[in-house]
């Protein structure tokens, strides 16, 4: 595809994304982004995505074609992994996407990634895998924010011990903070 192609795509998802953002149903909003990207008729260009809605200590999540949500739980120290595999955005008309309704406490962290850090690969063509992401969260979680992404960067530049990234990297990372009353 060309570059042209890909700018559509993101400029037309990104103007989908401002006009429905208001709608409390996610896969609703999945359901019209990727109704429109099938009539565009980009040949085979699809769009990954994970939206989340926070509402106090609400979270509302769906995924099209990401890799899962992890959330670190404060109370307990483990790992609750959000999985919803689905279709990126623009394959299918009809595909019926999930929504799941959390509870956050405080201190919770809730990461979301693109599949660039847990497809990394190492000399010997190893992938990172999600799962050891997971194991490594737990030690970073009590961290801000922005110091757990710069520590799950290092993680992958470490992993691949030189080895060039083959992928775009994105984190979004959210802490949940006391109630501001």
Do not use: C
Request: no cysteine.
């Amino acid at each position: 595809m060309t570059k042209t192609h890909k700018g559509t795509l993101v400029s037309s998802v990104k103007s989908l994304f401002v006009s429905l953002a208001y709608h409390p149903d996610i896969p609703h909003i999945f359901h019209r982004i990727s109704a429109v990207l099938k009539e565009m008729k980009l040949r085979g260009l699809f769009m990954a995505m994970t939206m989340v809605k926070v509402n106090g200590h609400q979270m509302s999540v769906s995924i099209a074609g990401m890799p899962s949500v992890l959330i670190y739980r404060a109370l307990t120290g483990e790992i609750e992994e959000v999985v919803m595999r689905a279709l990126p955005l623009g394959g299918m008309t009809k595909y019926q996407y999930q929504q799941r309704e959390l509870t956050l406490t405080v201190n919770d962290v809730v990461v979301l990634m693109s599949d660039g850090l847990p497809e990394r690969f190492n000399p010997e063509g190893e992938m990172l895998e999600h799962t050891r992401i997971q194991q490594a969260l737990p030690a970073l979680a009590r961290q801000p924010a922005e110091e757990i992404i710069a520590a799950l960067v290092r993680f992958g530049e470490e992993w691949s011990n030189g080895r060039p990234q083959d992928d775009d990297i994105t984190f979004v990372v959210l802490r949940i903070k006391e109630d501001v009353t």
